[in-house]
């Protein structure tokens, strides 16, 4: 008996209707599902909260609400939303306001409809995926984020240990099996910064090695997300 996989669900955010629903187009016959496409920013919030997309391919340029504010509330709103970035700039800072944003992935509009599809594909299921030139860019930035001290830990509640975002993300992929490499590559880290997330945790939680940790995570449900 095969399974039949639910196709990728897709919204496009855009604020060229011509360029907008030829996306939606180029996508729906590819298989994807477009559940909504939106011309502005509020109208992206509003739509993106009711038809809950797995993937939204935005345009960082909209009237209404800037993209980079999209993102980060939609995000937050649903943190299990993949957001593709579809843009004309390739400025280093756009690139890297909509990653801290929340953006999961930045391809150029200038990328052909195969490389959207592929993005598009490799998004849903997790992959970071950028416009070949940018990727080095963000990860040189999650470097310099990584090597910043770390938060202060809260002395209000000493019998809890606090894991950065960053931390707990590590240790939620380290909980579903996944090797240091294939982490570094989800997260677009270095191995290096991997194994240091993993050794910080393991001091804050006073474990003693990976065993423990995955055991950790998993009796807290964080293998499950």
């Known amino acids: 008996m095969t399974q039949q996989r639910d196709p990728i669900r897709v919204m496009v955010v855009d604020d060229h209707p011509m360029w907008r629903d030829a ?25 993106a909260k ?17 993209g980079v504010q999209v993102c980060k509330e939609l995000v937050a709103h649903n ?8 843009s004309a700039s390739g400025e280093h800072a756009d690139v890297l306001e909509a990653v801290k944003s929340g953006a999961t992935g930045y391809l150029l509009k200038s990328a052909s409809t195969g490389e959207l599809l592929d993005a598009v594909r490799r998004t849903a299921a997790g992959d970071a995926v950028f416009t070949p030139g940018l990727a080095g860019l963000v990860l040189g930035e999650y470097r310099r984020l990584a090597a910043e001290p770390a938060p202060a830990p809260d002395t209000d509640a ?38 240091n997330h993993v050794q910080n945790t393991l001091g804050k939680l006073q474990l003693h ?9 998993i009796e807290r449900g964080l293998d499950a997300g």
């Open 23 to 47: 996306v939606a187009r180029d996508l729906t016959e590819s298989g994807f599902e477009v559940v909504a496409t939106a011309g502005d920013g509020e109208q992206a919030v509003r739509r």
């Open 50 to 66: 009711a038809a809950g997309p797995d993937v939204l391919v935005l345009d960082l340029n909209l009237p209404a609400k800037p």
């Open 79 to 86: 943190p299990a939303l993949r957001v593709l970035v579809l």
């Open 158 to 195: 000493p019998g809890a240990p606090r894991l950065t975002e960053r931390e707990t993300e590590v240790l939620r992929l380290v909980a579903k099996g996944l090797s240091y490499k294939q982490i570094a590559e989800r997260l677009v880290i270095s191995h290096r910064t991997v194994q």
């Open 209 to 217: 090695n990976r065993v423990e940790l995955v055991r950790y995570a």
